[in-house]
């Protein structure tokens, strides 16, 4: 049985995953606006990403006969100004979420739940894989700059992008 603590803070955590796919989501519509396929794809992974996050923490939650407890998703932002402006906020996003992630390892430490700690670490690795895939998106855009060119052929690498589930824990 999880502590009462710990599942408070799993439940937290579940709803900041469940945010952010649905913030990854509005990006994904932004995009198809813009009419950047290779973004949406980019996006779409993104999104699936999140919510395999989400559920990892909710199955886990389950198994240890925890109580999932869904909140209300917050309304995320529809609009920026560029795709620059969505990769920097992306950033800024993931690094959020990798300071709740180490808040959420700190409850499982002073709970002194060695499951949960193991379990955690999937969640820190990831943490350190996202915010260098996202940075290097956001590096190549800062060099594109303004040459809508260079940004197509961005598009069209991102357009590889494949979504491969997780195995999470
Ligand atoms: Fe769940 O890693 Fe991004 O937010």
Redesign the pocket.
Known sequence: MINEKLEKAFNYQINR?LY?EYLYLSMQAYFERLNLKGFVNWMTVQVQ??HA?AMGMFDYLNQRGGKVELDAIEKPEIDWSSPLEVFEHILT??EL?TSLINKLMDVAEETKDRAAISFLNWYLK??VE?EDNVGNVLATLRLIGDDKKALLMLDKDLATRTFVAPVIG
């Open positions: 995953e952010s990403e999140e996050h996003h993931e979420v990831e943490q996202e």
